[in-house]
């Protein structure tokens, strides 16, 4: 329990301190962009531009990808109502976030787990994506802790998680 205590007491310190950088509204509306990027829409399109390529390293990437989405959603819903995390504004009195979330919990970020999961596919199927690939997931994860509906360990877990089911769903496919 102690561990779990500084943990949060880690998080609640860090959280306030990115939230001390909010004062300029071109963080929030850069924010609230860079975490719409992270809903779905994008993997949903570019999925469908990869089953119509008909290129067989793209129909691999689809199929990969695939899998490994549908391994990341069921785990990310477990974990999430497994631990039961609060919000920071759930969790901290008189704070209120800049957008509402779409589910009750924090722990993991289902966004950012997403964004690594889909970084680490492109770059392991188009190498040369990787920074910009890792960059727009790594706004992905500090946007939800800039619009005040992550901590940073829900981001730090997400971006594991993701990373990791990434890696496994390659290499239970053979990729």
Not at 16 to 22: D, G, I, P
Not at 86 to 107: C, E, M, T, V, Y
Not at 153 to 166: E, F, H, P, Q, R
Request: aromatic fraction near 18%.
């Amino acid at each position: 329990m102690k561990l779990l205590s500084t943990i949060h007491q880690y998080d609640v310190s860090m959280f306030y301190w990115v939230m001390a950088r909010k004062h300029l509204a071109f963080f929030t509306q850069i924010s609230r962009w860079v975490s719409r990027s992270g809903d779905g829409g994008l993997y949903a399109l570019f999925a469908v531009y990869l089953f119509y390529t008909g290129l067989p390293a793209d129909r691999l990437f689809l199929t990969t990808g695939l899998a490994a989405f549908l391994l990341e959603r069921p785990v990310y819903f477990v974990l999430k109502n497994w631990f039961k995390r609060n919000r920071p504004q759930d969790a901290l009195f008189d704070f209120r976030s800049f957008i509402i979330p779409s589910d009750q919990f924090s722990f993991p970020s289902g966004h950012t787990s997403a964004a690594f999961l889909m970084a680490t596919l492109l770059t392991y199927f188009h190498p040369a994506l990787a920074v910009p690939a890792y960059l727009w997931a790594s706004g992905v994860g500090l946007s939800r802790i800039f619009l005040g509906v992550h901590f940073p360990s829900d981001i730090l877990v997400g971006a594991t998680m993701g990373t990791s089911i990434a890696l496994f769903s390659m290499r239970i496919l053979g990729t």
